[in-house]
């Protein structure tokens, strides 16, 4: 058995707790994956998993060498990479993950771009509006909107995204234009429910907030189809700049309440704290940085 083979099952198994999805990250079998930790505990000489028919938990000696053996595998990929990429130039696989609407709108032709000067570069471009455990699922980096909250990763912020209270000609025409955000109370809004507090409307005039509860009329959890429904004229909706910029610049929506500012919400790339980021990865981030710099859709 090779050391490193063994190392990465034990803590793909110990962070996912599972040997079959251990197996499905490492795209090998369960039964070599199985394998691996049991040729590492006999050199070890130690127990380092607790099998049970439905669980693997860690033994002291396995919680010790968890703490250790991501960091070691990251630098030895490092160490490799650095060595190879001086050559060959980046390669091999990052696991991303992004919000939907912002991944379908700008992630995916970024890393298209990116890749572009990298071919031998594979990208797992996973989009998800739902929480996503970077650990558990072997994510390297994962771009997230708003503040993380969990102290298990380092984040990198790339920047602020506006929001833009928006409708289009035909519904102003019919409804009428809002003037201040309560007269907002009297018009058909569509709520996304992706926002922190999605009925809870904050705008900012002069330094002051001012909030506004909308009424539930429509609610979805999809900027993209809150989007949809204003250029249909359907309703008034609040929405990420990035998300309606081509319809503000071509007429197919209006912005709305312009003595007035949307919050805005940064964005960042996480990845686990703990870990040495790859070049790949670290490549990546810097990338997106520049881009967003030059080709900001916020």
Known sequence: MDLVDGLKAFVATAQT???????????????????????????IGARLLQRTTRKVGLTPVGEDLLARAPALLDELDDLIGSVREESKGLSGLVRISAPVSFGEIYVGDMLRRFVGNHPQMNIDLRLSDAYVDLARDGIDLAFRIGTPSVSSLKMRKLGDMGSAIVASPDYLETHGEPSTPQ?????????????RDPTRWVFVKEGENIDVVIKRRFVVNSAKVARDWAVAGDAIAYCPRFIVADDLAEGRLVPLLSDYQGLSTPLSAVYLDGTVLPRKVRAIIDFALEDIKINSPF
Not at 17 to 40: H, P, Q
């Open 17 to 43: 707790g599972s040997f079959t999805d251990a197996a499905e990250r490492m795209g090998i079998s369960n039964r070599l994956t199985s394998k691996y930790v049991a040729e590492l505990e006999a050199r």
């Open 183 to 195: 007269d907002l109370l009297d018009h058909i809004c569509m709520v996304d429910a992706n926002r």
